[in-house]
């Protein structure tokens, strides 16, 4: 039985959007998008560009109109808990895009609210979907590698900001880079399989040089449940091959998986012969797996793979990230 498209209204017409809305085409007229933005031309032009249904001059016409199942949350992080506070009052399914909320308290506020209505709320953490972190949960859980004993994660580029971009300011984004982009990589290091039981932060000295003032770089080191450790090197001032290709490890007591960060190759040597692979390239990024999973969710009346719940766990490991970066500085 064919079953009527879900009708999502996008809040936000910014870059982000313009990515889900891409991605969106590959899923067959599952979903279908509407756009809202205060600037009444941008919702328009991503109505006519992405196919929509209709567009609106605000937010809050969107929310309210009878017609829409679910709202994705695509505006600066300072404002996620209050649209995702009034979407789920109207009984609104929503997606709100990582990072979702500022802290642990916001998260526990939305999590009340969405239990009042029993609605759907899925966190846009679209890395959790990736082939590649699919294919890296695999590889663990086989024991190709044997027991694990290191993770190495690097996600390195100078990947500067300009001086109008609302990341410049942190009250806007929630917090500097790390906070608003790193979560998604501390949220690849967190689900592997195994889990991150504590984590402490080293923040290098900042420069606030050129247009791009926010704090660009931060590393960690945490423990596992399973007694492994590991660090990520997260940074968006630094010179890296190709403006972007890097490597990662993961060593275990049988072997190694070395894989280029954003997803391109995976290279496995422990047990059977050496390997290469591409964990898949068509939804490179994750976010069709993404919108598939909260169609489902709605759909079956379950919880998304990425939940509340799940996020809360991420976030957690953010703040403490950020209560001891404060004690490792000179």
């Known amino acids: 039985m064919t079953r009527d498209p879900l009708r999502v209204a996008f809040l936000g017409c ?8 891409r991605n969106l085409r590959a899923l067959n007229g599952a979903i279908v ?13 991503f109505c006519r560009r992405f196919g929509g249904r209709t567009s609106y001059a605000e937010y809050g016409a969107a929310i309210g109109d009878p017609a829409v199942d679910a709202v994705v949350i695509a505006v600066p992080p300072r ?17 709100v895009e990582k990072p979702a909320f500022l802290t642990t308290q916001d998260y526990e506020q939305a999590r009340a609210a969405r239990d009042r209505v029993g609605t759907v709320v899925l966190v846009g953490e679209n890395d959790h979907y990736k082939p590649l972190a699919v294919r890296l949960r695999q590889l663990l859980a086989q024991g190709v590698i044997g027991e694990l004993v290191f993770g190495h994660f690097a996600t390195i580029a100078r990947r500067l900001k300009t001086a109008d971009d609302w990341r410049n ?10 906070f608003e ?6 949220h690849i290091a967190g689900s592997l399989g195994p889990r991150i039981t504590s ?30 450790v590991g660090a990520l090197y997260y940074s968006r001032e630094i010179p890296s091959l190709l403006k972007g290709l890097r490597v990662s ?3 275990g007591r049988k072997g190694v998986i070395t894989f280029e960060s954003n997803g391109a190759f995976v290279f496995v040597r422990g047990n059977g012969l050496p390997r290469w692979m591409v964990p898949g390239v068509r939804d490179i990024r994750g976010y069709q797996a993404m919108y598939r999973d909260f169609v489902r969710a709605i759909r079956d009346g379950v919880a998304p793979e990425m939940s509340l719940e799940r996020a809360m766990e991420d976030q957690r490991l953010m703040e403490r990230v950020y209560a001891t970066a404060g004690c490792h500085e000179p």
Not at 85 to 95: I, T, Y
Not at 170 to 177: K, V, Y
């Open 199 to 228: 984590i402490d932060g080293y923040r290098p000295a900042p420069s606030r040089d050129g247009p791009d003032k926010r704090v660009k770089s931060m590393m960690v080191a945490f423990r596992y449940d399973n007694g492994a």
């Open 79 to 95: 404002f996620h808990l209050e649209w995702t506070l009034r979407a789920l009052a109207a009984g609104k399914h929503v997606l």
């Open 33 to 45: 998008p509407s756009y809202a933005s205060r600037t009444p031309a941008k919702s328009a032009e």
């Open 169 to 178: 300011d942190e009250s806007m984004a929630g917090g500097d880079a790390f």
């Open 14 to 21: 910014g870059f982000i959007t313009r990515v889900h809305s």
């Open 249 to 251: 490890k993961l060593f």
């Open 181 to 186: 982009e790193g979560i998604h990589w501390l």
